[in-house]
């Protein structure tokens, strides 16, 4: 929901466990309590996609679970998170885009100790458009209200024994018919590829082929399929730059378009979901226009990349609480 800072310091005196997502100067006014938060402006709502500076996004965890932790992660002990985490429960991450520790998680994440045994979920914190590279993006510990642009901060959450936490992605696109897409290289920025086995600089076979950039390259996982999303072309140095980074020995291949995002969203998304957290990328708000539209009961912050135990990109990550 999206409320003001004056209600939102009532829930956090009131003791309720919040996840909240605003303006910098917004999140500086809360006191010290049960909450962690990331900068964005970006959203969407019960009334549709918005941009807002003036209210605050919450999420209200449920009364019935305990908060084990919060703390920020630098760079280098990210990988202490799985075993921070209870035995039973999830942990919510926030990381300010470009900063160390959003390097570090997205190229390492995958290889931390039981990274996909304990349920992580979270997302990139960034700032409104126009000051991308004037204001850096930041995350709150909410129980000192200490800030940092450089470290993740991260909520542990216990549950009781008869509930289980359930993370979910729901992706929209799907590889496309064209060629197949290695790398030698891994990073978020690429200068070579292999394209269909025969190498390739990786910018000049994007303009030659005259891809358009708003489609990610899609990889599939197991039958998961997981975006990575284009920054953009650098013509000069002749690289292309990503929003995640790209693996070795994985096959990619650009995304199938998808033309009508919300009619294919309400066609596509499981019915009776009601997740206790959700959010979506910002290349899905501003590619598919959803600025004044509806995605259903799915509401949350739309983010500079999204975390279902990994970095994703033009995706959806929800949590949903099941009984057992």
Known sequence: MLITVEQATQRIQAGEVLLLAGDESLLKQLPQGTWIGGTI???????????????????????DVRVTKI?????????????????????????????????AYAQNAPSYPNIFFKPIIGWIAGVHLDQVGEISPKVFNGQTTEMTEQAAVVMHVSLPQDQVALINIFNLFEQGEGDEIYFEEEGFSISNCLVNGK???????????KVDIKYPLVADYCGAMVNVSFQGIDIENRTVNLYAPVFAHTAYKIAAPVEDYVSAFQRAFPE????????????????????????GAIVGPMTFGEVAYQLLNQTLVYLEIKRV
């Open 199 to 209: 190498s390739h600089n990786f910018a000049q076979y994007l303009l030659e082929k």
């Open 272 to 295: 009776g979901v009601e997740p206790i957290f959700a959010c979506n990328c910002i290349l899905n708000y501003l590619y598919s226009e959803l600025e004044g539209k509806k995605t």
């Open 41 to 63: 402006p970006y959203f969407m709502s019960e009334t549709g996609g918005q941009c807002n500076t003036q209210l605050l996004f919450a999420h209200p965890l449920p009364k």
């Open 71 to 103: 703390h920020h992660y630098t760079e280098t002990e990210l990988e202490q998170i799985p075993e921070d985490a209870p035995e039973n429960g999830f942990s919510v991450i926030i990381i300010p885009a470009t900063s160390a520790a959003h390097v």
